[in-house]
């Protein structure tokens, strides 16, 4: 290894040198940031297909990447410990220049189709087949690149981390830019070659670093202040330290983004949000001058674990915007106050790879946890209060303050504990008062959290332990009214809900309803015989109507094909004689309708269903040709949607497999996107005409909801006499509107819509 003597007055870097230097590492580094976080969007986008649209897709794809980042780390730390600086420059190199041959991006040819089972799995592997090689090697460029400009003997490089905190500006931006600019104005296909391009750039930047490096002073060593060289290597205690304050926020990280997805809304134009966030935190603690100062997040840190106890106690339904930004904002000043603690204990610029590794696993553990380990270990998104409970334990030591009273905190804690949750296992009005005002009862403890930390300077144990007892509150008095049962998988969480006095069995993703079941009458007396479809299957609704329609212009039993279980309510849309085919992706929701206890729809009306179980895209074009009377396409996911089922490439797949006088019907109802003008429009680039309906039933109260119906087909008679009732609108194709592809998909654009239409 090169002497790190000083190097000699003449040998010093001109401060034009310098500047080149600076710019130059710093523009490797800003590319490759936008080019590492780039990539997840626009390479989990063309996967979604592949499995349904599922939001759970992301947060696997997010452990892949956290787990090629500590490859790429680990590879830096053990490549920069090479004696001679042209081993690191040339084996980076030909990496970069290897990688770069595998471009374009795409799904490896000879990855085949999903399993039954072990999704997650199958995605990782999907994900290291086809873009494995270039992740690693632009996940190794920061440490690697900060560790080549120690080297290069520039005047800031005894504190080399201000180039972090450009790499995650180009991370931010990089993420930000893709669903507001990128998405909406490029199909796939040229943001891949926009992307490669850019590679292509990375290695010629990297290539100039490693000249500047290779050209600086052989003597003009890193570390050149003293304190740094002779510092000790840091201990066990605080790698593991490290480890556990990179854990934190990037386990919060995905359970976060699952809790907005799935309990609040499931736009996917959420998923990058978070994740912008978290990589905002990290620019702002490693600037040489943080613009929001450590100590003011780390008392405001327990007021944001306090936040999101009170925001899980009053749900997500009433505000929705502020849900969605409470959330968010709470998890940005966790994520600020641990990653301000990395910052603070970060090691000399000599330890910079280890430091880095330490991280990179911290993120791989968090992120295998929230992403892999919690989906398959409980049935709610149990990880999110369990990391914010950690996230107590992120705070540094302290000297409590009036010690002598808090020492008897803990039997003090232990006594309220019984207090509030004693009632839970009574049936008295106690029990009833609690339960209606769970809110408070939570807050109010998640409060004292926040003043025990602010006031009293309390351990960190403490403030763990009374956070635990406010989130266990939650779960003690649940929001929902009734006896609730979660059924998670992949695909997520689903609540099957009994209503009090069980009149209702409903179906729940997230807030919205997706089927529901009357079980008892008005007078509370059983429901017997054959279930009536309710809902949006209503006799009257949109769907009931097309399905009649259909069954009156043909006159003879048809034959169906249904994209979604759900609940099983269509089921008993059928007449004996008919031939109905339901497609399903999600294994765990033919379960749960099939079971009586739940709903009976599939038990009373059609006990001998066989669904098709994938993903419909990959099965239904399976299907033959002509043979559909009616295609139903119902397989929206809360008020998320498997874009890859509404595009013009879909759409064409359906008018093939109809018979011909058959039709299509969507069912667009959704809170947040309006999907009208882009079922109308990937139907008329396949010369269908389209009608919609989109009437309220003004019968919520009894589970008879509103809905959002298009129907199209190729001809005005194929419809029946829906082409002439007034309930039913014959709608053309908006010109100005770009029609949905598998190349091209607008998630803003519906938003907007919606937002300037007011619904």
């Known amino acids: 290894m090169d002497s790190i003597v000083q190097p000699a007055a003449t040998e010093q870097p001109s401060s034009s040198r310098n500047r080149l230097l600076l710019t130059v590492y710093t523009a490797a580094i800003f590319v490759s940031a936008l080019l590492l976080f780039s990539v997840q969007p626009l390479f989990t986008k063309m996967v979604l297909p592949r499995l349904g649209g599922s939001p759970a897709v992301w947060s696997v794809a997010m452990v892949f990447f956290q787990s090629l980042l500590l490859a790429g780390y680990a590879y830096a730390h053990l490549l920069m410990q090479a004696r001679r600086r042209i081993v690191p420059v040339a084996v980076h190199m030909a990496l970069l220049i290897a990688a770069f041959a595998t471009l374009p991006l795409g799904i490896a040819s000879a990855y085949g189709e999903p399993p039954a089972s072990g999704y997650a799995f199958w995605l990782l592997g999907l994900f290291v087949v086809s873009i494995g090689l270039p992740f690693f090697a632009l996940a190794a460029n920061n440490p690697l690149l900060q560790a080549w400009f120690v080297r290069t003997g520039h005047p800031a490089g005894h504190d080399p981390y201000f180039l972090y905190a450009s790499s995650n500006i180009g991370s931010f931006l990089a993420l930000l830019s893709y669903p507001f600019l990128l998405e909406p104005m490029f199909t796939l296909h040229m943001q891949n070659r926009f992307w490669t391009g850019l590679y292509g750039l990375l290695i010629f930047l990297i290539g100039a670093c490693g000249v500047l490096l290779l050209r600086s002073p052989k003597l003009a060593e890193v570390d050149a202040r003293a304190e740094d060289v002779n510092a000790p290597a840091p ?359 099939r079971d009586p206890r739940n709903f009976r729809y599939i038990s009373s009306c059609m006990p001998d269903m066989k669904p098709v179980i994938g993903d419909a895209r990959l099965t239904f074009a399976k299907e033959p040709d002509g043979a559909y009377d009616l295609i139903i396409v119902d397989a929206y996911s809360s008020d998320a949607i498997p874009i890859h089922l509404a595009t013009e490439e879909a759409m064409k797949i359906y008018k093939d497999k109809l018979a011909p006088h058959g039709a299509v019907v969507m069912h667009v109802s959704n809170r947040h996107l309006d999907l009208e003008t882009v079922v109308v429009g990937i139907a008329d680039a396949n010369d269908l005409t389209s009608w919609v309906f989109n009437e309220d039933s003004g019968r919520d109260s009894d589970y008879i909801f509103s809905t959002d119906v298009v129907i199209s087909a190729r001809e005005e008679a194929d419809i029946g006499r829906l082409a002439s009732s007034k309930q039913w609108v014959q709608t053309e194709a908006d010109d100005g509107l770009r029609v949905w592809t598998d190349d091209y998909s607008n998630i803003l654009g519906a938003l907007y819509r919606r937002l300037r239409d007011g619904e």
Not at 321 to 336: N, P, R, Y
Not at 419 to 446: C, K, N, Q
Not at 468 to 496: C, M, N, Q, W
């Open 235 to 593: 201990g066990l205690l605080t790698r593991l330290r490290w480890i556990f304050l990179a854990a934190v926020p990037s386990g919060l990280l995905i359970a976060v983004t699952a809790h907005i997805s799935t309990d609040v809304a499931a736009a996917p134009l959420l998923w990058v949000l978070p994740l912008s966030l978290y990589l905002l935190t990290w620019v702002v603690v490693f600037q040489s001058r943080p613009l929001l100062p450590h100590k003011w997040m780390l008392m405001l840190q327990p007021a944001a674990i306090a936040g999101v106890v009170v925001l899980l106690a009053f749900g997500g339904e009433q505000n929705l915007l502020l849900t969605l930004g409470g959330h968010q904002l709470c998890f940005f000043v966790i994520a600020m106050a641990c990653h301000g603690e990395l910052a603070r204990t970060r090691p000399p610029a000599r330890y910079l790879t280890g430091f880095y590794v330490a991280l990179s696993f911290g993120g791989m553990v968090g992120g295998l946890f929230a992403g892999l380990v919690a989906p398959f270990t409980f049935s709610w998104i149990a990880e999110y209060p369990i990391l914010i409970a950690l996230a107590a334990l992120c705070r540094p030591s302290a000297n409590e303050r009036l010690a002598g009273i808090v020492k008897w905190y803990w039997l003090a804690l232990a006594a309220l504990a019984v207090a509030l949750i004693a009632p839970s296992y009574m049936t008295d009005d106690l029990s009833t008062w609690f339960e209606d005002h769970r809110v408070w009862v939570a807050g109010a403890v998640g409060v004292l959290a926040a003043l025990l930390a602010l006031t009293l300077n309390a351990g960190r144990w403490k403030i763990f332990a009374t956070v635990v007892l406010a989130l266990a509150l939650i779960r003690v008095y649940p929001a929902d009214e009734g006896r609730v049962t979660t059924v998670r998988s992949f695909f997520g969480v689903h609540k099957i809900v009994v209503t009090p006095g069980g009149y209702f069995h409903v179906l729940m993703h997230g807030t919205t309803i997706h089927g529901a079941e009357r079980f008892r009458n008005n007078d509370g007396t059983p429901v017997i015989g054959r279930p009536e479809p309710i809902t949006y299957y209503h006799k009257d609704g949109g769907i009931g109507q097309a399905v009649s329609a259909i069954r009156e212009r043909k006159g003879a039993p048809l034959k169906v094909a249904a994209i979604g279980v759900g609940s099983g309510t269509l089921a008993c849309a059928a007449e004996p004689g008919e031939n109905w085919t339901f497609f399903e992706i999600d294994q765990s929701m033919v379960d749960a309708a």
